[in-house]
């Protein structure tokens, strides 16, 4: 049986969603224009004031946020509510430039716990089950997030952090966890090491697991799945709309559910801006219609996905988005067709190769060539050529059954790939040079 942990919400019809969320706009945009200087500056630009919003069909009026305006605008210059009331930050790790602190009065925390609880919910919890949180806590948001819809939903909740994974085994099997939240690949890790230590998945009682915070495929569910004798279900989030939570996996296990009185979502096509309609691929754009501390409008994730608002056998009718393909910066324009390397990665994964390989891209002739360079792994290598020739046209069908366009494939000796500082350069486009 689904449960639900605001059904009511939840379960909305379409055209009462809308309401709820034109009515939370209209008020969300008089707030921004009251209170936060730096987005009022970029409506005056663009020629809109709030008397121009008058429900969601109007959205596209409204200007865009991008990471470059968070930088611009660290670290006060978004916040739309006097720091008294502002009860916490949360930051991002901030690999590039400075870091995004993100505010929150207790009502942003209240909507964001919620957010949380109805995705625990969705995966199985409830007041009797025990909820170890592995994600990291401190500036990061997903321990403090997941901890909290735990304690919304009335679990008992193990604040174990990330780490000390001997510990996180024991912890699981002595006080018998039944959800584990961390990130897809500490959960495949935590797997691994189980079965180092000799123990299977009937040896834990998991039955569930919330894994976000990082891109992860369908075979990696499926392993991780295995590995611990769980379902393994999807979160999304981002730092600057709350942390995890803005979308959640439900029993259908196929695409997230966006917490739609709380989020919009639109699609756009990332170079031209314009929103694209349902179904297309184009970068995810989120406005946060109830946040006070730090409301975004019109945010633009960067990820790459696709949106739908199909029924979905849960019961629930929030939209649902996809499993982001990639980021628009890694987007690659191939003979017309959008190509990310997390899709030629899985396909390499799918056939039991790592991911150390490079893509390269040239135009020759007015014709995009498209390279795709594959270690073999040490326990694949070989040397007999048939065997090499057979191995690189399954990879270039199954690359062409995956992208829709043919590549040319050469498999490499392992460690053939120049590494810097560890990391292999996944791309070179010769076309831009
Ligand atoms: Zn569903």
Known sequence: MERYYQEEIECAPYEKIREIQSEKLVKQVKHVWDNVPYYRKKMEEKGVTPDDIKSVDDLKKLPFLSKADLRDAYPYGLLGMP????????????????????????????????????????????????????????????????????????????????????????????????????????AAYLGERMKELGYGPEDIPLKAGIFGAEAWSEEMRKDIEKTLGIKAFDIYGLTELSGP?????????????INEDHFIAEII????????????????VFTAVDKEAFPMIRYRTKDICKLTREKCSCGRTHIKMAKPMGRSDDMLIIRGVNVFPSQIETVLMNNGYAANYQIIVDRVNNTDTFDVQVEMTPEMFTDNIGEI?????????????????????????????????????????????
């Open 389 to 433: 020739e057979a191995r690189q046209r399954k990879l270039s069908d199954d690359l062409k059954a995956m992208l829709g366009i043919k590549a040319k494939v050469s498999l490499l000796a392992p460690k053939s790939i120049a590494r810097s500082e560890g990391k292999a350069v996944r791309v070179i486009d010769k076309r831009k040079i």
């Open 269 to 284: 096509d990332p170079d031209t801006e314009e929103v694209l309609p349902e179904g297309s691929v184009g970068e995810l």
């Open 245 to 257: 939570g803005v979308a959640f996996e439900c029993s259908a296990q196929s695409g997230m559910h």
């Open 83 to 186: 720091l008294k009331d502002c009860v916490r930050i949360h930051s991002t790790s901030g690999t590039t430039g400075k870091r995004v602190v993100a505010y929150y009065t207790q009502h942003d925390i209240d909507l964001w716990e919620d957010c949380c609880a109805r995705a625990l919910t969705a995966a199985g919890a409830t007041n009797e089950d025990v909820v170890q949180v592995a994600y990291g806590y401190g500036l990061f948001t997903g321990g403090a997030g997941l901890h909290g819809g735990s304690h919304k939903v009335g679990s008992l909740t193990i604040p174990i952090s990330s780490g000390n994974t001997d510990r996180q085994i024991m912890f699981a099997m002595d006080l018998s966890a039944t959800i584990l939240c961390c990130t897809p690949s500490y």
